[in-house]
């Protein structure tokens, strides 16, 4: 793991935008991305670019299961606003979370992936230590799946919506596996909230306690920190 830790958030920013831009200059062609509020700042700073990205896809973490691409709470929605309506991408794909069959759309974006193997997976984390909606005991074998959202999340994630019964209890997410796949993976973590599960992922053991611990055996991992996020190293 190569950790790097920077004053502001702002700062730490633009060290991930600076690595995305070489990576896109160096001919990445599949980039995951993550949602939540952690990445905003960097895809306000890549749709500012007007880099030419027709040939690069895009493939998302997660999405919540029940909520149209339509709706604003949606990651489909949050994405096409974000980046995806300013940027000539090749293909974005998100899961989508009113697929008929679930299972069924689990599988076929698991085959999205393996047609698109990511070349560079930004990450943010839940302050339980989760990645993508792979909640703490999740296997590390896992693959996209459906995850049930534990009330911690619930609760982190109910500041999108107007009350914490609109928060779905369900998401579409790309397993732990699916995740560590990438050949390289760009983690950005800022805030105290985020402190414990940090020293957890970094100086913690490998466990599914703490999912986004499993990086600590990737070959190729950055993580991205502010120093309220490092205050707990
Ligand atoms: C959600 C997403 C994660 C994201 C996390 C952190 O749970 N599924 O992919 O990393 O939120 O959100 P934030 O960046 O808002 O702290």
């Given at each position: 793991m190569n950790v790097l830790i920077f004053e502001s958030p702002?700062?730490?920013?633009?060290?991930?935008?600076?690595?995305v831009m070489k990576r896109l200059e160096s001919g990445l062609r599949t980039i995951g991305l993550a949602t939540g509020s952690t990445p905003l700042k960097l895809y306000e700073k890549l749709r500012n670019t007007n880099t030419d990205v027709s040939h690069v896809t895009t493939v998302n973490l997660d999405e919540y299961v029940g909520l149209e691409p339509t709706d604003p709470q949606?990651?489909?929605?949050?994405?096409?606003?974000?980046?995806?309506?300013y940027m000539n991408f090749a293909a974005?794909?998100?899961?989508?979370g009113v697929a008929e069959d679930p299972e069924q759309?689990?599988?076929?974006?698991?085959?999205?992936?393996?047609?698109?193997?990511?070349d560079l997976q930004i990450l943010g984390m839940g302050p339980n230590g989760h990645i993508g909606f792979n909640e703490p005991g999740t296997s590390f074998?896992?693959?996209?799946?459906?995850?049930?959202?534990?009330?911690?999340t619930r609760e982190a994630n109910k500041r999108f919506f107007e009350k914490e019964e609109d928060v779905p209890t369900k998401a579409i997410t790309m397993g732990i596996s699916s995740i560590m796949s990438a050949k390289e993976v760009l983690m950005l973590a800022f805030?105290?909230?985020?402190?414990?599960?940090?020293?957890?992922m970094i100086e913690g053991a490998v466990t599914v306690d703490c999912p986004a611990s499993v990086l600590q055996k990737h070959s190729n991992a950055i993580i991205i920190l502010d120093t309220e996020a490092a205050s707990k190293l």
């Open positions: 702002e700062e730490a920013t633009q060290a991930a935008f600076e690595i949606s990651y489909n929605y949050y994405m096409n606003e974000e980046l995806f309506k974005t794909y998100v899961p989508n759309e689990c599988e076929r974006y698991e085959g999205i992936l393996k047609k698109h193997p990511v074998d896992s693959v996209t799946h459906i995850a049930e959202l534990t009330p911690s805030g105290e909230g985020k402190a414990e599960a940090v020293r957890s």
